[in-house]
């Protein structure tokens, strides 16, 4: 399908949600069952075919080109073909993560609604799965505006509000379910953010980066950072992931005081967790991308499941579909055993 039939197939750039998809949302996360998150995306570009990554923008550019829009529609495809196997709520993101409003104005797709679009070119795909794609939830995703492994970039919180609105809005406008501030690693910024999505009036979510220390990379505090944006932004979100860390990274996070004091706010709901022990400074431009073995991946995220209730279960930099079906079956496995005890 071309990009300008999929765009036509799915409507305007003012597509509006149902409200209800977003209260189901709503919903869906509050009631405990396990929820299925994608696996990485960009890191499965960058290691089968980085030449068609985009310098600023990564993957999103990826569907105006016919061999991009493939490789992506194969990416999707995999783990929705997942989550309808085992029927279980899916949580996908757009390409998005760097298609900022400064990226985009230096790139050579600044006259396109490269946000749009992405979300439109999801929801088309999301069509292909009939009735399952009711539990198919397509967010905006999106991240800092500089490095985020180095929050000495993060922009200052009032900045965050004006910069990250402008995609907040375009990713709206286009349809997306939800929004996603992912792998922040800086409370300023993060907090602005925050506010930038919560004024669209779209339900959204926020992921940060934690150390094994229950900290964010700038020190902050995990519970710390939750609270004050339950409290400070005008509409708090659905509630908080952690992403691009190791299992038993976060394991080590939520055993500490400061993991124990973020456990009890209630709020953190999961994790899309990497397939490398290293830390996020070691991860940062490595040429070599370490793997794990999808059994052992997803024994180990049940298990944090199990020991810290966690909801939401998906994957990061290193996972492809063959560790989200082997999380996916481990999930059904262990919510069938509950079911009966």
Known sequence: MSLSEYQKASGSSDKKVPVNRRQNLANLLSD???????GGVVERVRRG???LLDPLLMNAPLIYSEAGRALLHQVFVEYMAIGRMHDLPLLSLAPTWRANSDRLAASAFAKRDLNGDAVRFLQTIRDEFGEYGSKIYIGGLMGCRGD????QEALPRAAAQAFHLIQARALVEAGADYLMASTMPEIHEALGMAEALASTG????????????????DGTPLDEAMLRADDE???????????CIHSSALD????TPLGQRALATGRLLGLQANTSPKSPEELDGSDELEGEAPELFAADMCTLRN?????VLGGCCGTD???????????????LRLDHE
Do not use: T, W
């Not at 405990?32 to 994608?38: A, K, Q, R």
């Not at 985020?148 to 929050?151: G, I």
């Not at 080590?252 to 055993?255: D, R, S, V």
């Not at 020991?307 to 909801?311: A, E, T």
């Open 32 to 38: 405990g069952g396990p929820v299925l998150m994608e």
């Open 49 to 51: 075919a980085p030449d």
């Open 148 to 151: 985020a492994y180095k929050p």
């Open 202 to 217: 779209c339900p959204y979510l926020v992921s940060f980066i934690v150390r094994p220390s229950g900290c964010l990379l």
């Open 233 to 243: 932004v005008s509409s708090r979100p659905l509630g908080y992931l952690v992403n």
């Open 252 to 255: 080590a996070a939520l055993g």
């Open 307 to 311: 020991r810290f209730g966690l909801r």
């Open 321 to 335: 579909a063959r560790h989200i079906a082997a999380l996916a079956k481990g999930l059904i496995k262990e919510q």
